[in-house]
């Protein structure tokens, strides 16, 4: 059975959970990091040195980065990883935009939101976080004007990241804007994937 390492209010464990569930892999989850502790031991250390969640189990087999464990179950299981190379690059440049660009953007507001005391919030940190965050909203919301996925008619591994991504800012106290009026086919796109069976028990969390 494969084993996840990681506590379930991490994005990235989410992105690994959610993948597994949607893919229907049987799985154990281990919780680790922030109060659970366990990344600093050396026995995680030999598991991933950086001392960070997740790390994906899989036999002999150990792997960290979470769009990297993403990639390798989709692969895995030949499923929501695109065969023709196009597309496949297509959902490669997505992913890393969603690590690279979406979450650098929004990753600030949410730690001042939900995981700072309310007296030691920054409303400055918190405002630039929502200006660059919602015109990157507004590009996913035109990528899925014409096709119904982030890399085209199919599901495939670039809709999971960024699924989680959309979960955990749409989990934030509003902000000032009305987003399914804002960006339709971004919330379509998003109640789509909250309908699959395997999103129960991540897309449906409450943000801690």
Same mark, same amino acid.
């Given at each position: 059975?494969?084993?996840?390492?990681?506590?379930?209010?991490?994005?990235?464990?989410?992105?690994?959970?959610?993948?597994?569930?949607?893919?229907g892999?049987?799985?154990?989850?281990?919780?680790a990091?922030?109060?659970?502790?366990?990344?600093?031991?050396?026995?995680?250390?030999?598991l991933?040195?950086?001392?960070?969640?997740?790390?994906?189990?899989?036999?002999?087999?150990t792997?960290?980065?979470?769009?990297?464990?993403?990639?390798y179950?989709?692969?895995?299981?030949?499923?929501?990883?695109?065969?023709?190379?196009?597309?496949?690059?297509?959902?490669?440049?997505?992913?890393d935009?969603? &690590?690279?660009? *979406?979450?650098? $953007? !929004?990753?600030?507001a949410?730690?001042?939101?939900i995981?700072?005391p309310? #007296? +030691?919030? &920054?409303?400055? *940190?918190?405002? $630039? !976080?929502?200006?660059?965050?919602?015109?990157l909203?507004?590009?996913?919301? #035109? +990528?899925?004007?014409?096709?119904?996925f982030? $890399?085209?008619?199919?599901?495939?591994m670039a809709?999971?990241?960024?699924?989680c991504?959309?979960h955990?800012?749409?989990?934030?106290?509003?902000?000032?804007l009305?987003?399914?009026?804002?960006w339709?086919?971004?919330?379509?796109?998003?109640?789509?994937?909250?309908q699959?069976?395997?999103?129960?028990?991540v897309?449906?969390?409450?943000?801690?």
């Amino acid at each position: 059975m494969l084993k996840i390492w990681g506590r379930i209010s991490s994005i990235n464990v989410r992105k690994v959970v959610l993948c597994a569930q949607m893919l229907g892999l049987r799985f154990q989850r281990v919780e680790a990091g922030l109060h659970y502790g366990v990344v600093n031991t050396p026995e995680y250390l030999a598991l991933n040195p950086n001392a960070m969640v997740p790390v994906l189990q899989d036999g002999a087999y150990t792997l960290w980065e979470s769009n990297a464990i993403v990639r390798y179950l989709c692969a895995r299981e030949s499923r929501f990883y695109p065969t023709d190379l196009p597309t496949r690059f297509h959902a490669e440049q997505w992913m890393d935009w969603q &690590q690279t660009t *979406l979450n650098r $953007a !929004s990753g600030v507001a949410f730690v001042q939101w939900i995981r700072t005391p309310a #007296a +030691q919030r &920054q409303a400055d *940190l918190i405002a $630039a !976080s929502v200006a660059a965050t919602e015109p990157l909203l507004g590009l996913l919301n #035109a +990528q899925l004007e014409h096709q119904p996925f982030v $890399a085209g008619q199919a599901l495939s591994m670039a809709d999971l990241p960024i699924a989680c991504e959309i979960h955990r800012w749409w989990g934030l106290p509003p902000h000032g804007l009305d987003y399914r009026a804002q960006w339709p086919h971004l919330q379509g796109w998003y109640e789509r994937l909250c309908q699959h069976p395997g999103a129960a028990g991540v897309l449906d969390l409450p943000l801690s």
